[in-house]
């Protein structure tokens, strides 16, 4: 089955770095992923949609120029939180569909980064 | 604004009975939707997806679908301890690549 493998899973980082997470389609090709963040006992809340070889596209109150995404490839996308603050400190998950089964199909999801800033 | 609604719970079941859980959303235009379990700590795991009015069945769980009302539910028959997680509706909406909005959720505790 489709498969979408994350990494990090787990990640702590001191104020002020950044963190990269990358986030790849393992048998199949994506030209578009979905970021989400999830915060303690709240839901997944959508960031961005990364599009291959263009801008993503981000989603109302995300800073674009704090949360980096690179898609540069049909099978990696990658979220970069620049300057990270302890308020940063949350659960990313990214997630893709299998472009066969249409626009109406479900995403699958990475395993998610927990991420801690200190 | 696209919201997808549900009650937060807890709902708290005993071993074997049937658990209801439901959900409302507000853009009309919406085709797909979902039903999603996240155990804690872990990324959400696909349940089950509807398209259609009416009811589909998956082993234990149906998903039911009324359009016009704007409401998807998804029952558990023979409720489980192991099936104890948050249960997340998601609902495609309209317009460009297809987003996939999630409800905050319920938490179901099957207790036996």
């Known amino acids: 089955g489709a498969v979408v493998s994350q990494h990090p899973s787990r990640v702590i980082c001191k104020s002020g770095t950044s963190v990269k997470i990358e986030c790849r389609s393992l048998d199949f090709q994506a030209t578009t992923m979905f970021w989400y963040r999830q915060f303690p006992k709240q839901s997944l809340m959508l960031m961005a949609t990364s599009n291959e070889g263009s801008k993503a596209t981000y989603e109302q109150g995300v800073e674009k120029d704090k949360f980096l995404i690179n898609h540069a490839s049909l099978t990696l996308s990658t979220l970069t939180v620049t300057s990270a603050h302890p308020e940063d400190s949350s659960f990313y998950i990214c997630?893709?569909?299998?472009?066969?089964?249409?626009?109406?199909?479900?995403?699958?999801f990475g395993n998610g980064t927990r991420l801690t800033v200190t | 604004q696209k919201e997808v609604e549900q009650n937060s719970g807890p709902l708290s079941v005993p071993e074997g009975a049937i658990a209801s859980l439901n959900c409302t959303y507000s853009?009309?235009?919406?085709?797909?939707f979902f039903w999603y379990r996240q155990y804690s700590g872990k990324s959400p795991e696909l349940i089950m997806s509807?398209?259609?009015?009416g009811d589909k069945e998956d082993g234990r769980f149906t998903a039911q679908l009324n359009k016009a009302s704007q409401y998807v539910s998804l029952l558990i028959r023979d409720s489980q301890p192991s099936d104890s997680a948050t249960y997340l509706c998601a609902v495609t909406f309209s317009g460009g690549y297809n987003k996939l909005i999630f409800g905050a959720g319920t938490r179901l505790a099957v207790h036996p």
């Open positions: 509807i398209y259609s009015n």
């Open positions: 853009d009309r235009g919406s085709q797909s």
């Open positions: 997630s893709a569909r299998v472009p066969y089964r249409g626009g109406n199909s479900p995403l699958h």
